[in-house]
């Protein structure tokens, strides 16, 4: 069993810029994919951004390249989420998920952390 544990969230003003944290209890180098996602009130949950931790190639949805951008530190276990130029349609409980099944397809996530709520003002 993995724990996730997000920190990070907040209130923020539009144009404003917030740093999630994921830190996992198992070594993320093990890891084969951890990723961001995000659900606002009434809607369905979307991914926002995933990081194969091998490789360190990421993936963005559209409505935030240019403004987040996904890192991991295998020392501390711990993946962020930076993100910059906040709008309120941002504003949403964002997860971090994780997996470490070799055969992973990185859609279908093994792990998740309880969530840490982002709430932008504009």
């Known amino acids: 069993q993995v724990q996730l544990v997000e920190s990070g969230g907040g209130s923020v003003q539009a144009g404003g810029s917030l740093r999630l944290s994921c830190a996992a209890s198992?070594?993320?180098?093990?890891?084969?994919?951890m990723a961001w996602f995000r659900q606002a009130p009434g809607k369905e949950r979307e991914g926002v951004a995933t990081?194969?931790?091998?490789?360190?190639?990421?993936y963005y949805a559209d409505s935030v390249k240019g403004r987040f951008t996904i890192s991991q530190d295998n020392a501390k276990n711990t993946v962020f989420l930076q993100m910059n130029s906040l709008k309120p349609e941002d504003t949403a409980m964002y997860f971090c998920?994780?997996?470490?099944?070799?055969?992973?397809?990185?859609?279908?996530?093994?792990?998740w952390g309880q969530g840490t709520q982002v709430t932008v003002s504009s």
């Open positions: 198992r070594s993320t180098y093990f890891s084969k994919c």
């Open positions: 990081i194969y931790t091998g490789s360190g190639t990421t």
């Open positions: 998920a994780a997996d470490y099944r070799v055969n992973s397809d990185c859609r279908n996530y093994a792990y």
